[in-house]
């Protein structure tokens, strides 16, 4: 089994050879068949070993058990280091061969070749891994009657058998865009084409990223029971470095479409995505930062951080080299025109990607130049991530409401009413429910004025084209604005009004929460297997009962808390048991936190996936649209 | 803009400023003991526990810091004293938040730097752009455009 992913290594080194020689285009698409197929035989070989408890496999005994139910067996596959490279090899096994697949007549079409070339470069590194350092099928000479299991962690939830696929599929997309970029770079053909052609990929995987992101919160608020989804870890920073350049580039592309500016800019963003996917999983695997994700550190990770370098440093080379020829024509005549706002929006971006990288990687450097240890977490991003927020929310209410090129002030007027409308009226609203602090009151009137003007843009497209207004990228564009605006009211008020209590309770007691009240009906402490687990029902005022558990696993260090949370759209009531309790005694030290508006924060999350979808149908009236002059200048030039 | 447009906005602006004077004198409470510790606690990592803070926590050494913070402010010390305890104790990078002081101010200071210099570089493109309009198509860019349309 091993062979096959050495075969499928050995051969891109050759294809990638044949490219070079710029012959043998055609062959080289048998040869991606052929890698797809070696990759899908290797990860069937590894389900299968997985579903049969094939105990001779290192990766199998170590990561599974006889007992693990088969829906975790399936998701071992990805629970640990080797195994999760091998499902990245497969997602970019299918990309690439998706993209071999629509291009194939474009084949002879130089830019397509060496975009092909850079994606099978990336697939050699991910085989060259796979069969080297980290094989996922090095045997045991002794093999154990039964495996170590995964952490607990990781098969306590279903979510958790999604969410690295997901975010996988979001990294791993990128890839494509990134290849194009280079593609476009190496043959100097820096015209419009390219991207078009690659908007869909780019878009593709920013929706399942966003959704990955999103359910990696969702896990760590239902299974890690400390009662929060995000808390600037540098792993969750890894994953959201990508999706910031990579939404910067959604919104500037279209500047670049439109007008045909910000070319050299776009290229960088796209590759920057890339390099950040890079150089997000050389920080998980490499260890070398502590983490809350650390489930699979190893030596790996000079190797991923020489691949970083190798992009990092071939695309500074490339626009520094191609830089002249893709300087734009074209130019913003207003800061007051939706291409100025864009331009904002990709500023503040930057900046806040900046601001996490530096956040994330400071610790290092510190510790590299002064021998000190410091840390820097959650109140260094709120304090600075903070503005940048407010500030993307406030152009997020403003730009769609502005024209190209630019807006007198009096039409500005007349267009923002509506919005700060709205904004003006949610502040008043979240002050008579109770919201307090300058802050997030503030924010929460941008988030209004957010959904009033995504609404109102829906509106207009759906009165002038029927339901029809909804679907392509400017009505799904909005969706995704409308699931922003939940996501940060979510944000911002479970951030900034939540509240909590401890308490240790004796069966009968109750305890109040903000105004929640809950009963401590009784304990059931049992064995499952070999793991001790107390679970404890609470009755929650007006939601019904519901049983937080704690987990003593005799294989893993310190007990496990599985928290309850009972949900409603205005808040949840999250409950978590804070320790262990002595056998015998029903005593339970119970922690309960007041959440408002969390669910609002998934329901944004499905409306950004909505929004993707929508956005990803190709829509008649937007591409009748685009045939502006001078995208038929740069298809003359292809 | 109409008569309607002035109102409208007028209105606007009125709830706007209104609520975040509320807002603000809403949020006018004192610190008290329970909400200073809480403060504290929220920043301050586990020394064990991998970026999760002693609030959040469930290990054992995450609980004597909190009863720590606890005793400390009983003892009416002042929160920039606590953490500087808990720094000795427990080393610096206990401290979730960077001090503002030595080598990890810079992590404070450069993004600003880096925001002023974006916006710099960014106002005097537009003032490039402002100057450089009307010769947006050269020359040079239609003959290579007729020589790539003529292309078979």
Redesign the interface.
């Given at each position: 089994m091993g062979l096959i992913g050495a075969s499928c290594g050995l051969i891109e080194i050759l294809l990638a050879l044949l490219m070079r020689k710029s012959s043998g285009f055609k062959r080289s698409l048998a040869w991606v068949v052929l890698m797809v197929a070696g990759c899908v035989i290797a990860v069937g070989a590894m389900e299968l070993a997985l579903l049969q408890n094939n105990f001779s496999l290192a990766y199998v005994a170590g990561n599974s058990t006889i007992e693990t139910p088969t829906i975790y067996k399936i998701a071992t596959l990805w629970g640990a280091l080797e195994g999760s490279l091998l499902l990245w090899a497969l997602l970019l096994c299918g990309y690439v061969g998706a993209a071999a697949w629509c291009f194939r007549t474009k084949i002879n079409d130089r830019l397509v070749a060496w975009s092909l070339a850079t994606m099978l470069a990336v697939c050699v590194f991910f085989f060259g891994l796979l069969i080297g350092p980290a094989s996922p099928f090095d045997t045991l000479t002794s093999v154990p009657l039964d495996g170590e299991g995964l952490n607990p962690l990781l098969r306590n939830h279903p979510l958790m058998a999604i969410h690295p696929v997901m975010l996988y599929l979001g990294y791993v997309g990128f890839t494509v865009p990134f290849a194009f970029a280079v593609g476009a770079l190496i043959t100097g053909r820096l015209g419009e084409g390219w991207l078009v052609a690659t908007r869909t990929w780019t878009l593709i995987a920013w929706g399942c990223l966003s959704i990955g992101i999103l359910l990696g919160a969702w896990w760590s608020y239902e299974v890690l029971g400390w009662g929060g989804y995000w808390a600037w870890d540098p792993v969750e920073n890894a994953s959201f470095l990508p999706w910031l350049t990579g939404t910067a580039f959604l919104h500037s592309v279209i500047v670049q479409e439109r007008r045909g500016m910000l070319r050299v800019w776009n290229l960088s963003l796209l590759l920057a995505t890339f390099a950040l996917t890079i150089f997000g999983t050389f920080l998980t695997r490499s260890g070398v930062i502590d983490s809350v994700h650390e489930f699979s550190a190893s030596s790996i990770g000079p190797l991923f951080l020489g691949f970083f370098a190798i992009i990092v440093v071939g695309s500074v080379f490339l626009v520094g080299w191609r830089g002249d020829r893709i300087r734009s024509p074209g130019s913003i005549d207003s800061p007051f025109s939706r291409e100025g706002t864009f331009l904002a929006n990709n500023f503040l971006f930057a900046l806040f990607a900046f601001v996490v990288l530096l956040g994330t990687i400071f610790p290092l450097l510190v510790e590299a130049v002064s021998n000190e240890q410091i840390a820097v977490g959650r109140p260094y991003f709120d304090r600075m991530l903070m503005p940048i927020g407010l500030a993307l929310l406030a152009l997020m209410s403003v730009s769609p409401m502005l024209s190209w090129r630019s807006t007198s002030v009096t039409t500005l007027a007349g267009k923002l009413l509506g919005p700060a409308a709205c904004g003006a009226g949610t502040m008043a609203l979240s002050i008579a429910l109770g919201a307090h602090g300058v802050w997030p009151v503030l924010g929460l009137g941008l988030g209004g004025s957010t959904l009033g003007s995504a609404a109102h843009q829906i509106l207009i497209g759906t009165r002038r084209h029927g339901w029809k207004g909804i679907i392509g990228r400017t009505g799904g564009g909005m969706v995704a604005h409308i699931g922003i605006a939940l996501i940060a009211f979510g944000f911002i008020a479970s951030t900034a009004f939540s509240e909590e209590g401890e308490f240790v309770l004796q069966p009968g007691d109750s305890a109040s929460v903000a105004g929640h009240e809950v009963t401590f009906v009784g304990v059931e402490d049992y064995f499952d297997g070999p793991n001790r687990v107390v679970s404890a029902q609470i009755k929650v005022e007006g939601r019904g009962t519901f049983s937080p558990a704690i987990t003593r696993y005799p294989t893993f260090g310190r007990p496990i808390s599985t928290p309850s949370v009972a949900t409603s759209w205005v808040d949840d009531v999250y409950l978590s048991l804070a320790a262990i309790p002595d056998e015998g005694m029903d005593r339970i030290t119970l922690r309960v936190l007041i959440k408002p508006l969390v669910v609002w924060i998934w329901m944004g999350g499905a409306l950004i996936g909505l929004g993707t979808l929508l956005a990803l149908i190709p829509n008649r009236r937007e591409i009748s649209k685009e045939d502006s002059p001078s995208s038929e200048v740069q298809e003359a030039k292809l | 803009?109409?008569r309607l447009?002035r109102y409208?906005?007028l209105?606007?602006?009125v709830?706007?400023v209104?609520?975040?004077a509320?807002?603000?004198t809403?949020?006018d409470v004192p610190a008290t003991i329970a909400e200073r510790a809480y403060e504290i606690k929220?920043?301050t990592?586990c020394p064990v526990?991998?970026?999760?803070?002693v609030l959040?926590?469930?290990?054992p050494v995450a609980a004597a810091i909190r009863r720590q913070v606890d005793e400390l402010i009983e003892e009416d010390r002042s929160d920039e004293e606590i953490h500087a305890y808990l720094a000795r104790q427990y080393?610096?990078?206990?401290?979730?938040?960077?001090?503002g002081t030595?080598?990890?101010s810079?992590?404070?200071i450069?993004?600003v730097l880096?925001?002023v210099l974006?916006?710099g570089v960014?106002s005097s493109s537009?003032k490039r752009?402002?100057s450089?309009?009307g010769k947006?198509?050269t020359d040079e860019?239609r003959e290579l455009?007729r020589k790539?349309?003529d292309e078979p």
């Amino acid at each position: 089994m091993g062979l096959i992913g050495a075969s499928c290594g050995l051969i891109e080194i050759l294809l990638a050879l044949l490219m070079r020689k710029s012959s043998g285009f055609k062959r080289s698409l048998a040869w991606v068949v052929l890698m797809v197929a070696g990759c899908v035989i290797a990860v069937g070989a590894m389900e299968l070993a997985l579903l049969q408890n094939n105990f001779s496999l290192a990766y199998v005994a170590g990561n599974s058990t006889i007992e693990t139910p088969t829906i975790y067996k399936i998701a071992t596959l990805w629970g640990a280091l080797e195994g999760s490279l091998l499902l990245w090899a497969l997602l970019l096994c299918g990309y690439v061969g998706a993209a071999a697949w629509c291009f194939r007549t474009k084949i002879n079409d130089r830019l397509v070749a060496w975009s092909l070339a850079t994606m099978l470069a990336v697939c050699v590194f991910f085989f060259g891994l796979l069969i080297g350092p980290a094989s996922p099928f090095d045997t045991l000479t002794s093999v154990p009657l039964d495996g170590e299991g995964l952490n607990p962690l990781l098969r306590n939830h279903p979510l958790m058998a999604i969410h690295p696929v997901m975010l996988y599929l979001g990294y791993v997309g990128f890839t494509v865009p990134f290849a194009f970029a280079v593609g476009a770079l190496i043959t100097g053909r820096l015209g419009e084409g390219w991207l078009v052609a690659t908007r869909t990929w780019t878009l593709i995987a920013w929706g399942c990223l966003s959704i990955g992101i999103l359910l990696g919160a969702w896990w760590s608020y239902e299974v890690l029971g400390w009662g929060g989804y995000w808390a600037w870890d540098p792993v969750e920073n890894a994953s959201f470095l990508p999706w910031l350049t990579g939404t910067a580039f959604l919104h500037s592309v279209i500047v670049q479409e439109r007008r045909g500016m910000l070319r050299v800019w776009n290229l960088s963003l796209l590759l920057a995505t890339f390099a950040l996917t890079i150089f997000g999983t050389f920080l998980t695997r490499s260890g070398v930062i502590d983490s809350v994700h650390e489930f699979s550190a190893s030596s790996i990770g000079p190797l991923f951080l020489g691949f970083f370098a190798i992009i990092v440093v071939g695309s500074v080379f490339l626009v520094g080299w191609r830089g002249d020829r893709i300087r734009s024509p074209g130019s913003i005549d207003s800061p007051f025109s939706r291409e100025g706002t864009f331009l904002a929006n990709n500023f503040l971006f930057a900046l806040f990607a900046f601001v996490v990288l530096l956040g994330t990687i400071f610790p290092l450097l510190v510790e590299a130049v002064s021998n000190e240890q410091i840390a820097v977490g959650r109140p260094y991003f709120d304090r600075m991530l903070m503005p940048i927020g407010l500030a993307l929310l406030a152009l997020m209410s403003v730009s769609p409401m502005l024209s190209w090129r630019s807006t007198s002030v009096t039409t500005l007027a007349g267009k923002l009413l509506g919005p700060a409308a709205c904004g003006a009226g949610t502040m008043a609203l979240s002050i008579a429910l109770g919201a307090h602090g300058v802050w997030p009151v503030l924010g929460l009137g941008l988030g209004g004025s957010t959904l009033g003007s995504a609404a109102h843009q829906i509106l207009i497209g759906t009165r002038r084209h029927g339901w029809k207004g909804i679907i392509g990228r400017t009505g799904g564009g909005m969706v995704a604005h409308i699931g922003i605006a939940l996501i940060a009211f979510g944000f911002i008020a479970s951030t900034a009004f939540s509240e909590e209590g401890e308490f240790v309770l004796q069966p009968g007691d109750s305890a109040s929460v903000a105004g929640h009240e809950v009963t401590f009906v009784g304990v059931e402490d049992y064995f499952d297997g070999p793991n001790r687990v107390v679970s404890a029902q609470i009755k929650v005022e007006g939601r019904g009962t519901f049983s937080p558990a704690i987990t003593r696993y005799p294989t893993f260090g310190r007990p496990i808390s599985t928290p309850s949370v009972a949900t409603s759209w205005v808040d949840d009531v999250y409950l978590s048991l804070a320790a262990i309790p002595d056998e015998g005694m029903d005593r339970i030290t119970l922690r309960v936190l007041i959440k408002p508006l969390v669910v609002w924060i998934w329901m944004g999350g499905a409306l950004i996936g909505l929004g993707t979808l929508l956005a990803l149908i190709p829509n008649r009236r937007e591409i009748s649209k685009e045939d502006s002059p001078s995208s038929e200048v740069q298809e003359a030039k292809l | 803009m109409s008569r309607l447009q002035r109102y409208g906005w007028l209105s606007v602006l009125v709830v706007f400023v209104g609520s975040l004077a509320m807002a603000i004198t809403n949020d006018d409470v004192p610190a008290t003991i329970a909400e200073r510790a809480y403060e504290i606690k929220a920043n301050t990592l586990c020394p064990v526990c991998d970026g999760q803070n002693v609030l959040e926590s469930n290990a054992p050494v995450a609980a004597a810091i909190r009863r720590q913070v606890d005793e400390l402010i009983e003892e009416d010390r002042s929160d920039e004293e606590i953490h500087a305890y808990l720094a000795r104790q427990y080393g610096q990078d206990v401290n979730a938040k960077p001090p503002g002081t030595g080598i990890s101010s810079l992590v404070w200071i450069i993004p600003v730097l880096v925001a002023v210099l974006a916006v710099g570089v960014l106002s005097s493109s537009f003032k490039r752009w402002r100057s450089g309009r009307g010769k947006l198509v050269t020359d040079e860019d239609r003959e290579l455009v007729r020589k790539l349309r003529d292309e078979p």
